[in-house]
């Protein structure tokens, strides 16, 4: 008799219509979404483990999730199946069977997050639910600047949330790039790991900074710290995206390209 297959997605989907990515009682959920199309698929309850959990209000276009399932189902009625039963504002984009040992948290390598920010004096109409709106002027140069105090192995203690449970609040940083097209200003960041809202708070002091409210030092000051009740403003999720989530070469999974506007 075959036992239980492993199976990896890829997850894309608008954030704005969710409160989050972790089933909650009474909340609409990615999570559960997921959850009951793959259901319907195996016809059997499915549960999902994925990469990384994302607050509401944030957006993914390369979320990974696995799950066990002793359905026998080609790969492509998973990727159909799946998405038919699947809400607009939510999509299965990939699938691949997976050795039972692969996680998709504790097998993941890496995590890209992109922060796009709308900067001009009027609000945008069209992507309100899709961008994090900065009326003032913002010094790319500034940010940029900035950053650099934040890339390398620290204790972010005082850029993630006070309700934040990881064990330890030290994350490896491997890159943190700011650059402006035309009135949109994107931060890539890429780390091993992210604690709660660290990425959304690395952007509210960033822009703080660009701003001219406080100079570039100000954010490894802020992480000296090591304190969160002394950090910055935590910016909102509207322009958050999970762009991608890497793991060994040998898995092969498909990379999605990070939003541009």
């Given at each position: ?5 492993r199976i990896?997605?890829?997850v ?17 959920t ?16 499915v549960r999902?483990?994925?990469?990384g959990?994302t607050?509401?209000g944030?957006?993914a276009?390369?979320?990974?999730v696995?799950f066990d399932s002793d359905?026998?189902?080609?790969v492509?009625?998973w990727?159909l199946?799946?998405n038919r039963?699947l809400p607009?504002d939510a999509?299965?984009?990939?699938v691949s069977?997976v050795?039972?040992a692969?996680h998709?948290?504790f097998s993941a390598?890496?995590?890209y997050?992109?922060?796009v920010?709308?900067?001009h004096?009027?609000?945008a109409?069209l992507?309100?639910r ?8 913002l010094?790319v140069?500034r940010m ?7 890339v ?8 993630r949330?006070?309700?934040c ?7 490896m ?8 097209h035309?009135d949109?200003?994107?931060?890539d960041?890429?780390a091993n790991a992210?604690?709660?809202h660290m ?6 002091v ?5 701003g001219?409210e ?5 954010a490894?000051?802020?992480?000296r710290?090591r304190d ?6 935590t910016?909102?999720p ?7 989530v890497t793991?060994?070469?040998?898995f092969?999974f498909?990379l999605?390209a990070?939003?541009?506007?």
């Amino acid at each position: 008799m075959i036992g239980p297959m492993r199976i990896a997605m890829g997850v894309e989907y608008d954030g704005s219509g969710f409160a989050g990515w972790q089933s909650q009682s009474g909340e609409r959920t990615v999570q559960d979404v997921v959850e009951a199309a793959i259901s319907r698929v195996a016809d059997h309850p499915v549960r999902t483990r994925c990469a990384g959990r994302t607050d509401s209000g944030v957006h993914a276009l390369g979320q990974v999730v696995h799950f066990d399932s002793d359905a026998p189902r080609s790969v492509r009625s998973w990727l159909l199946g799946s998405n038919r039963f699947l809400p607009g504002d939510a999509a299965i984009r990939w699938v691949s069977p997976v050795d039972e040992a692969f996680h998709a948290r504790f097998s993941a390598r890496r995590r890209y997050y992109r922060y796009v920010v709308f900067n001009h004096t009027a609000r945008a109409a069209l992507h309100r639910r899709r961008v994090c709106w900065h009326h003032r002027p913002l010094d790319v140069a500034r940010m940029a600047e900035a950053a650099r105090y934040l890339v390398g192995e620290h204790d972010f203690s005082s850029y993630r949330a006070l309700a934040c449970q990881a064990k330890s609040p030290v994350r490896m940083v491997y890159r943190l790039d700011v650059a402006r097209h035309g009135d949109y200003v994107y931060l890539d960041i890429e780390a091993n790991a992210f604690l709660h809202h660290m990425v959304r708070n690395i952007a509210g002091v960033l822009l703080t900074i660009g701003g001219g409210e406080r100079p570039a030092a100000w954010a490894d000051e802020v992480l000296r710290y090591r304190d969160r009740t002394l950090g910055g403003v935590t910016a909102p999720p509207q322009g958050l995206y999970l762009v991608a989530v890497t793991y060994e070469e040998t898995f092969r999974f498909p990379l999605a390209a990070p939003p541009a506007f």
